[in-house]
């Protein structure tokens, strides 16, 4: 993912909330700054957009890795991890983290 794939999606997606390439633009600079990924900075974006505007974040646990820049394998244990403090917490799992089946098709 680059610049401008983030600018891209996000306006696409969230443009009609009133957020604006200055918007994006900047957080991508301090996300940069940060030294975060493309990739981070674009799902974390999603995900605080989300977050105001009431919709569903939802991203596959690939997304994460790449994010995060691990192996899917890496992530697949930290979110096995996770879903087992939460149980031990009380909470439920399943709020934070779903299993769907996965369907593919050829053509």
Request: net charge negative.
């Amino acid at each position: 993912m680059d610049r401008e794939t983030v600018l891209q999606n996000i306006m696409n997606n969230y443009g009609k909330y009133g957020i604006t390439e200055d918007m994006v633009n900047e957080v991508i600079d301090v996300g940069l700054e940060g030294g975060l990924t493309y990739e981070f900075i674009y799902y974390d974006m999603c995900r605080k957009i989300s977050e105001i505007t009431g919709e569903e974040f939802i991203c596959t646990s690939s997304d994460m890795a790449k994010a995060f820049n691990i192996s899917d394998d890496e992530m697949q244990k930290i979110i096995e991890e996770a879903r087992e403090e939460l149980i031990e917490s009380g909470e439920n799992p399943d709020e934070y983290f779903r299993e769907v089946p996965v369907r593919r098709f050829m053509i």
